[in-house]
């Protein structure tokens, strides 16, 4: 997960949650939500390179309608193809992480990468 400012357009890494039995970490995000107070959420959706579905873009978009639903805040969908890809990059050639420390911030990076995009995104619409 990362924060952003949408005043200033800048995102931060905040925290990796993982999925429990396969589920959304709920209580994690509720935790989250109720400490942060985001006016909205933005979430990674997973495509092919063609931009057709991969095998968890049906996943992420049902994600998305629950969040919408459980927090009664917009959540808008932002393609996160390569962000994993370009965090793992960023955090291997130019921080020269070991790859235990990568697998646990990986996620983070990515969150913000995403966010960020997003953020840019608004600040030309």
């Known amino acids: 997960m990362a924060v952003g400012q949408t ?10 949650l993982r999925a429990i039995n396969q589920k ?9 939500i109720q400490e942060w107070q985001p006016e909205g959420m933005v979430v990674g959706i997973s495509h092919q390179l063609d931009g057709t579905d991969n095998p968890v873009t049906q996943k992420m ?3 998305c309608r629950q969040l919408e639903g459980r927090y ?12 994993t890809f370009e965090a793992k ?13 990568l697998w646990e911030v990986q996620d ?10 997003w ?3 608004q600040s030309t619409t």
Do not use: C
Request: glycine share 4%.
């Open 7 to 16: 005043e200033i357009g800048s995102a931060s890494p905040l925290v990796t």
């Open 24 to 32: 959304p970490d709920w209580a994690g995000i509720s935790k989250l």
């Open 61 to 63: 978009l049902k994600f």
């Open 72 to 83: 009664n805040l917009p959540v808008h969908q932002m393609d996160e193809s390569y962000s």
């Open 89 to 101: 990059q960023m955090l291997y050639d130019e921080l020269k992480l070991r790859a235990g420390k």
């Open 108 to 117: 983070q990076l990515a969150a913000q990468l995403i966010l960020q995009s």
């Open 119 to 121: 953020l840019n995104q």
